[in-house]
């Protein structure tokens, strides 16, 4: 019984930041409204992580309007690397169709984080987009596009953190 209970117990050499459904890490503040952190977390257990989703959705009224559906599948493998180094390396693809406009992407990522201490840990992020530059706006996703980024997080406690991050980027047009 013993060992069954250390083996739910999460693993203690994996250090990952929570990410979204692309596999990226959460910014501080949401983009409102596109999403809201904490709907799609994902915190990522050592070996292979899938999350797959699908969605109908409607919009009614002026302007942009009609049905849609919408298709998603990610991946990341995560490993830790040393007692204080993580990795994940993961892609995805996102279908959705909506009004007679489709959206298709696809891409790679990955995150590195280095637990300095107890309270300090930095990240090292980024993603390659494999996808054409222009994108209908009923279909735009402001998650889109390659980033590359790094981060400093001081843990207070382990529920609450401040970091730091910088971050830069493509994202690709809308019309």
Do not use: C
Not at 2 to 20: I, V
Not at 65 to 93: D, H, R
């Amino acid at each position: 019984m013993a060992q069954e209970e250390q083996r739910a117990l999460p693993d203690s050499t994996l250090h990952l930041p929570e990410l979204n459904a692309y596999g990226q890490m959460q910014p501080a503040v949401s983009h409102w409204p596109v999403g809201y952190v904490g709907m799609d977390n994902w915190k990522l257990h050592k070996g292979m992580n899938l999350m797959l989703g699908a969605s109908v959705f409607t919009s009614f009224g002026k302007g942009w309007k009609g049905a849609g559906f919408s298709q998603q599948v990610s991946g990341m493998y995560a490993l830790p690397v040393t007692e204080k180094l993580s990795l994940a390396v993961g892609g995805y693809f996102h279908n959705a169709d909506w009004a007679g406009y489709n959206l298709r992407q696809a891409g790679f990522n990955a995150v590195l984080d280095y637990r300095f201490s107890q309270r300090w840990e930095g990240f090292l992020y980024g993603q390659k987009t494999l996808m054409g530059n222009k994108i209908p706006v009923p279909v735009y996703d402001h998650e889109l596009g390659d980033r590359i980024g790094a981060a400093v997080r001081y843990h207070f406690n382990p529920s609450t953190w401040i970091q730091v991050s910088l971050e830069t980027g493509h994202r690709p047009y809308y019309y």
